[in-house]
């Protein structure tokens, strides 16, 4: 249920019109016969269950299967759970199958006030980390090269993401690029130092280290004790 006040904050903000109130309830008229213009003849009348009036607010029942969002919600989580368990193959298929419902931005056709700003947040963030979480999955399963193009792209749109340079030094390294991956962490360790004064982070710079000396824990890592390669010098 979403509250009439959290309905107004994200139409007006705090400067609330002194017909608010008559307003939302007209765009509530209006929403429910746009619905019952798109439901079967036979069912227009059940429009009010659809989105339902609530104490101090409204309801849209529909079923889960219905709403995008939750499908891939369902399916990066099943993702999620396949990497733990170590089922590389289950988790990279679950989470591109979850990417592959993505069409651009979240809500890119909504104009988002508020409150929607911050699901728009929350959704870009959960597709970066199930995308990061995929390319984990293949890494183990040894598509270093495969995924060289990709992680090239996500570094430059990311260009601060630790997590991202350390998958990208790792599918070069594996792919024998030993130099090429470590200037990915020379162009980091630069930019990090410069635009925001600091050094790469612990892990980072031990991922770092382990290639200078030909560490043999980079090479692939299958199974359910590791939860990502920037974990593997977390320690």
């Given at each position: 249920?979403?509250?009439?006040?959290?309905?107004?904050?994200?139409?007006?903000?705090?400067?609330?019109?002194?017909?608010?109130?008559?307003?939302?309830?007209?765009?509530?008229?209006?929403?429910?016969?746009?619905?019952?213009?798109?439901?079967?003849?036979?069912?227009?009348?059940?429009?009010?269950?659809?989105?339902?009036?609530?104490?101090?607010?409204?309801?849209?029942?529909?079923?889960?299967?219905?709403?995008?969002?939750?499908?891939?919600?369902?399916?990066?989580?099943?993702?999620?759970?396949?990497?733990?368990?170590?089922?590389?193959?289950?988790?990279?298929?679950?989470?591109?199958?979850?990417?592959?419902?993505?069409?651009?931005?979240?809500?890119?056709?909504?104009?988002?006030?508020?409150?929607?700003?911050?699901?728009?947040?929350?959704?870009?963030?959960?597709?970066?980390?199930?995308?990061?979480?995929?390319?984990?999955?293949?890494?183990?399963?040894?598509?270093?090269?495969?995924?060289?193009?990709?992680?090239?792209?996500?570094?430059?749109?990311?260009?601060?993401?630790?997590?991202?340079?350390?998958?990208?030094?790792?599918?070069?390294?594996?792919?024998?690029?030993?130099?090429?991956?470590?200037?990915?962490?020379?162009?980091?360790?630069?930019?990090?130092?410069?635009?925001?004064?600091?050094?790469?982070?612990?892990?980072?710079?031990?991922?770092?280290?382990?290639?200078?000396?030909?560490?043999?824990?980079?090479?692939?890592?299958?199974?359910?004790?590791?939860?990502?390669?920037f974990d593997l010098y977390a320690a």
């Open positions: 249920m979403v509250p009439v006040p959290t309905l107004m904050e994200e139409l007006w903000g705090t400067d609330l019109p002194q017909s608010s109130l008559t307003t939302l309830q007209t765009y509530i008229l209006q929403l429910r016969r746009m619905i019952a213009k798109a439901l079967p003849a036979e069912r227009a009348e059940s429009v009010k269950e659809i989105l339902a009036t609530r104490y101090d607010g409204y309801m849209l029942k529909i079923p889960a299967a219905a709403v995008d969002v939750h499908t891939y919600e369902r399916l990066v989580t099943e993702g999620r759970q396949a990497f733990d368990r170590g089922e590389d193959e289950r988790a990279a298929h679950c989470l591109s199958e979850a990417l592959g419902m993505w069409e651009g931005p979240a809500l890119v056709d909504v104009h988002a006030g508020a409150i929607l700003e911050i699901e728009v947040m929350r959704l870009e963030e959960s597709r970066l980390v199930a995308r990061e979480r995929r390319i984990d999955a293949e890494l183990r399963l040894g598509r270093h090269v495969e995924l060289i193009a990709e992680l090239a792209d996500l570094t430059a749109r990311y260009p601060r993401n630790e997590g991202l340079h350390s998958q990208a030094m790792v599918a070069l390294y594996r792919s024998g690029r030993q130099a090429s991956a470590l200037d990915v962490y020379r162009r980091l360790r630069q930019r990090l130092i410069t635009e925001l004064g600091v050094e790469p982070s612990p892990q980072l710079q031990r991922l770092h280290q382990a290639m200078l000396a030909v560490d043999p824990r980079l090479d692939v890592i299958a199974g359910p004790r590791r939860t990502s390669t």
